[in-house]
């Protein structure tokens, strides 16, 4: 099992330009949400979903959009990059049984320029 | 407003020290407490975690002390390691709600041999 995959690692965008970060797990988990890490703030929740074709806000999500076609899939689309969302990006999914265990992929380092 | 507090930013301990983290929440629906430890370029992993009916739980040379009326809890790390040696950030969440979970800020914990 590869657990969570990430992709990319490593991103420079010039500000207004638009991507999306991938997310793919294979543990078969129900929920995924998506959190950024930035220095001396923690880890702080952009977007999650419990299922496929469900998703919900998280703490920080003005910028951000999120689909979940698949139990597998769950991207992360910046629509116009702003130096603000300069940050690490991860991703985890965990099992509908909880409380569960986070697992997290290895992050997708940002940089808007 | 940052619902889970943890201090100290950074520690540094001598090899078979103790290295204590501590946290404060605010929102009394929590019910969830996780310790996550994250080395660098990797993502966050679970350490151990505790459920506030119980005020201590220990696995190893790690352990949660959990003081519901304060509204805190700490990691302790008994005889740390040079291998110890990372972030680690403490979280809350209601039960049924891990995948929404609410970090601390991060301990950058160094162990010197």
């Known amino acids: 099992n590869a657990g969570v995959t990430q992709t990319p690692k490593f991103q420079v965008l010039k500000t207004g330009q638009s991507m999306t970060l991938q997310c793919a797990q294979d543990?078969?988990?129900?929920?995924m949400s998506w959190y950024r890490q930035d220095p001396g703030m923690g880890l702080r929740l952009i977007h999650y979903s419990v299922g496929a074709g469900i998703t919900d806000q998280g703490e920080v999500p003005n910028g951000y959009n999120v689909s979940r076609s698949t139990t597998e899939d769950f991207p992360l689309r910046l629509l116009s990059a702003a130096p603000s969302q300069t940050s690490v990006y991860f991703c985890?999914?965990?099992?509908?049984?909880?409380?569960?265990?986070?697992?997290f992929g290895e992050g997708s380092r940002l940089t808007v320029l | 407003q940052q619902q889970v507090k943890q201090s100290p930013q950074s520690l540094i301990v001598q090899k078979g020290g103790i290295s204590i983290i501590n946290c404060a929440y605010e929102n009394t629906a929590f019910d969830y407490f996780p310790w996550y430890q994250q080395f660098p370029g990797k993502g966050p992993a679970l350490l151990i975690a505790?459920?506030?009916?119980?005020s201590e739980k220990k696995e190893g040379r790690f352990t949660i002390s959990f003081n519901k009326s304060a509204k805190q809890f700490s990691l302790h790390i008994m005889d740390s390691q040079p291998g110890d040696s990372a972030t680690y950030f403490c979280?809350?969440?209601?039960?049924?709600?891990?995948?929404?979970?609410?970090f601390g800020s991060g301990t950058r914990l160094l162990v010197r041999p």
């Open positions: 505790i459920r506030p009916d119980v």
């Open positions: 985890a999914s965990n099992p509908r049984t909880g409380p569960g265990e986070l697992f």
């Open positions: 543990m078969n988990h129900e929920y």
């Open positions: 979280a809350a969440s209601g039960m049924d709600s891990s995948y929404k979970l609410i």
